[in-house]
């Protein structure tokens, strides 16, 4: 009987869903899912995915859990590959403490999460475990629990991630294999030496839309790059964002989907035919908390630490915080 690898994602969100579906139907892995508040409906019916890319189906997880303690009992032990397609929230939850049941001597945790400074505390936690950096460049929305819709594209970008551990060959062989079994079913993958270049690159559409859709109140991207006024806002938070991305990481940006600068970005914007809706604008119509630390706060910690002036992101980060705050007192 063929061993197959073993992996577990925790978060069965758009992201996690998505991904999950993919990596499940290749032949190489065996997968689980740690689903939260779609956990009900993932359960009992799946995944109903609607995929300009892959197609429509519906996907059945082999095995869906609500909590990864849950998973380990029932699967029992520690798996090979440990996925987080959590969101980010430090000031609410600590992701590494979440995941740390799953977690053995020799399992490699990749990280699907957006924002900047995402990997310290699962290093500090498992200083001794290959650590993925992984980047997603794909446009997915669950529109109810359990319904995703997917557009016509997806990027995973990663790189090895492990600043205090000695990284031998062994470890890239097993993220290859790992990618191996995503581009098998047609998501596209880079594997990088620095994945921080990539990191940044997203970050340019993730740190300027996201709050800005908030303080609009609830505008579409689409619609933001239109009204003068706030395609100003968000091209002067871009152009603080490359300015500190090229600054903290000594190089230039990759350059994804034609993105060199704050115009192309709006005009890529511009060109998307569907209306886009930031997840941060999701989560505050929810009142939900939002990932203002990994976007806003982070960056500006190192703004600081390099003298970098981004004024703008300040002001994003007062604003936003004080929105949440808000709601979240109500």
Same mark, same amino acid.
């Given at each position: 009987?063929?061993?197959?690898?073993?992996?577990?994602?925790?978060?069965?969100?758009?992201?996690?869903?998505?991904?999950? %579906?993919?990596?499940?139907?290749?032949?190489?892995?065996?997968?689980?899912?740690?689903?939260?508040?779609?956990?009900?409906?993932?359960?009992?019916?799946?995944?109903?995915?609607?995929?300009?890319?892959?197609?429509?189906?519906?996907?059945?997880?082999?095995?869906?859990?609500?909590?990864?303690?849950?998973?380990?009992?029932?699967?029992?032990?520690?798996?090979?590959?440990?996925?987080?397609?959590?969101?980010?929230?430090?000031?609410?939850?600590?992701?590494?403490?979440?995941?740390?049941?799953?977690?053995?001597?020799?399992?490699?945790?990749?990280?699907?999460?957006?924002?900047?400074?995402?990997?310290?505390?699962?290093?500090?936690?498992?200083?001794?475990?290959?650590?993925?950096?992984?980047?997603?460049?794909?446009?997915v929305k669950q529109e109810t629990p359990g319904e995703l819709?997917?557009?016509?594209?997806?990027?995973?970008?990663?790189?090895?991630?492990?600043?205090?551990?000695?990284?031998?060959?062994?470890?890239?062989?097993?993220?290859?294999?790992?990618?191996?079994?995503?581009?098998?079913?047609?998501?596209?993958?880079?594997?990088?030496?620095?994945?921080?270049?990539?990191?940044?690159?997203?970050?340019?559409?993730?740190?300027?839309?996201?709050?800005?859709?908030?303080?609009?109140?609830?505008?579409?991207?689409?619609?933001?790059?239109?009204?003068?006024?706030?395609? %100003?806002?968000?091209?002067?938070?871009?152009?603080?964002?490359?300015?500190?991305?090229?600054?903290?990481?000594?190089k230039s940006f990759p350059g994804v989907d034609g993105i060199?600068?704050?115009?192309?970005?709006?005009?890529?914007?511009?060109?998307?035919?569907?209306?886009?809706?930031?997840?941060?604008?999701?989560?505050?119509?929810?009142?939900?908390?939002?990932?203002?630390?990994?976007?806003?706060?982070?960056?500006?910690?190192?703004?600081?630490?390099?003298?970098?002036?981004?004024?703008?992101?300040?002001?994003?980060?007062?604003?936003?915080?004080?929105?949440?705050?808000?709601?979240?007192?109500?």
């Open positions: 009987m063929e061993l197959k690898a073993r992996v577990l994602i925790v978060g069965g969100g758009a992201i996690g869903g998505l991904f999950a %579906w993919r990596l499940s139907l290749s032949r190489d892995v065996v997968v689980s899912l740690v689903c939260r508040s779609n956990y009900a409906q993932v359960k009992s019916s799946g995944f109903l995915i609607t995929s300009a890319q892959f197609g429509s189906g519906i996907y059945r997880p082999k095995g869906v859990y609500q909590t990864v303690e849950q998973a380990v009992a029932t699967e029992g032990g520690a798996y090979d590959y440990v996925i987080v397609a959590l969101k980010a929230l430090p000031n609410i939850y600590d992701s590494s403490e979440r995941i740390a049941a799953a977690v053995g001597p020799n399992t490699m945790i990749v990280l699907f999460q957006n924002g900047i400074g995402i990997e310290e505390p699962f290093v500090t936690r498992f200083p001794h475990n290959p650590l993925v950096s992984s980047v997603s460049f794909v446009s819709r997917h557009g016509g594209f997806s990027l995973l970008a990663a790189g090895l991630h492990n600043p205090r551990t000695t990284l031998n060959g062994a470890d890239y062989e097993r993220l290859q294999f790992l990618f191996n079994a995503f581009e098998s079913q047609g998501v596209s993958c880079i594997i990088e030496a620095d994945i921080q270049p990539y990191r940044w690159q997203k970050h340019i559409l993730n740190g300027s839309t996201n709050p800005v859709s908030v303080i609009c109140g609830g505008s579409s991207c689409q619609d933001m790059v239109k009204n003068a006024h706030c395609k %100003w806002l968000l091209e002067q938070s871009m152009a603080e964002i490359f300015v500190l991305g090229k600054t903290v990481t000594g060199v600068d704050p115009q192309s970005a709006t005009d890529y914007i511009r060109s998307i035919p569907v209306p886009v809706y930031t997840s941060m604008l999701v989560d505050s119509q929810c009142k939900r908390p939002m990932e203002r630390d990994v976007i806003l706060k982070n960056p500006i910690a190192l703004a600081e630490k390099h003298g970098v002036d981004v004024p703008h992101m300040r002001a994003l980060y007062a604003l936003t915080t004080m929105i949440e705050e808000g709601y979240a007192s109500k």
